[in-house]
């Protein structure tokens, strides 16, 4: 018995046939060419130029699933490429380019995997991440000059720490603090909002929030409601 199928019918087969190879062939090229070759050591200036911090990580890749995405992720501290600010097993981003056209930056999902945070301050209100936040140069003659909107639809963090370590009272003071999962949302539109929640180890805890804070006006809005959290060792 032999099936025999209409010339329309072998047309779309051939079609989508072509078309699959069309996209094995260019997610070929570019998680072997274009990503690793390319663009990975431009990612890799770009990033440790903007933080001022040495940037590395082991793969780039992309995933039609996924998005982009980023294996051993490690930020070093500003003074001491030796140390880690902040590392993470891998990061992965989904981003709408078409948005770009549109001076917007959309990501429907941001996920990040084992991320360690060390924060640590030396002097009163001085951390290792001031420089990060205090304004760039410049910033107030661009004051009328919205940033780029921002989306992140929701973002998930799994397995993640952050280490503290305060010495700016004189006795060192080092916690440890482990997060299995966070999740929530943020949106970058004339005002920094973010909300979310934060699971915590110690009694089944969790920590949700919603927060607003004005860029221009430096307004501040924000709830936060605990539970079943360990105050206890402080």
């Given at each position: 018995?032999?099936?025999?199928?209409?010339?329309?019918?072998?047309?779309?087969?051939?079609?989508?046939?072509?078309?699959?190879?069309?996209?094995?062939?260019?997610?070929?090229?570019?998680?072997?060419?274009?990503?690793?070759?390319?663009?990975?050591?431009?990612?890799?200036?770009?990033?440790?130029?903007?933080?001022?911090?040495?940037?590395?990580?082991?793969?780039?890749?992309?995933?039609?699933?996924?998005?982009?995405m980023?294996?051993?992720?490690?930020?070093?501290?500003?003074?001491?490429?030796?140390?880690?600010?902040?590392?993470?097993?891998?990061?992965?981003?989904?981003?709408?380019?078409?948005?770009?056209?549109?001076?917007?930056?959309?990501?429907?999902?941001?996920?990040?995997?084992?991320?360690?945070?060390v924060?640590?301050?030396?002097?009163?209100?001085?951390?290792?991440?001031?420089?990060?936040?205090?304004?760039?140069?410049?910033?107030?003659?661009?004051?009328?000059?919205?940033?780029?909107?921002?989306?992140?639809?929701?973002?998930?963090v799994?397995?993640?720490?952050?280490?503290?370590?305060?010495?700016?009272?004189?006795?060192?003071?080092?916690d440890?603090?482990?997060?299995?999962?966070?999740?929530?949302?943020?949106?970058?539109?004339?005002?920094?909002?973010?909300?979310?929640?934060?699971?915590?180890?110690?009694?089944?805890?969790?920590?949700?929030?919603?927060?607003?804070?004005?860029i221009?006006?430096?307004?501040?809005?924000?709830?936060f409601?605990?539970?079943?959290?360990?105050?206890?060792?402080?």
């Amino acid at each position: 018995m032999t099936i025999k199928f209409s010339p329309l019918t072998q047309k779309i087969c051939l079609a989508m046939a072509i078309v699959f190879f069309l996209f094995a062939a260019g997610l070929f090229y570019v998680n072997k060419i274009l990503l690793p070759v390319q663009v990975k050591g431009m990612a890799i200036k770009a990033a440790s130029e903007a933080l001022k911090r040495t940037v590395t990580f082991n793969e780039l890749q992309y995933s039609p699933l996924h998005g982009l995405m980023v294996t051993d992720l490690v930020i070093a501290e500003k003074d001491d490429p030796s140390r880690a600010f902040i590392r993470a097993k891998s990061a992965s981003a989904q981003v709408l380019f078409f948005a770009l056209l549109q001076k917007k930056l959309i990501f429907p999902s941001v996920k990040v995997v084992s991320p360690e945070v060390v924060l640590t301050s030396t002097a009163a209100d001085t951390w290792n991440f001031s420089d990060l936040t205090a304004p760039a140069p410049g910033a107030a003659a661009a004051q009328g000059h919205p940033p780029m909107d921002m989306v992140i639809s929701g973002f998930t963090v799994t397995n993640g720490r952050v280490i503290l370590n305060d010495t700016s009272l004189g006795d060192n003071f080092n916690d440890v603090i482990d997060i299995p999962l966070m999740k929530g949302a943020f949106s970058l539109k004339g005002a920094f909002q973010v909300a979310g929640s934060i699971a915590l180890p110690a009694a089944k805890g969790s920590l949700s929030f919603d927060t607003r804070i004005g860029i221009h006006d430096k307004s501040f809005k924000g709830t936060f409601k605990a539970k079943d959290l360990d105050i206890d060792r402080y």
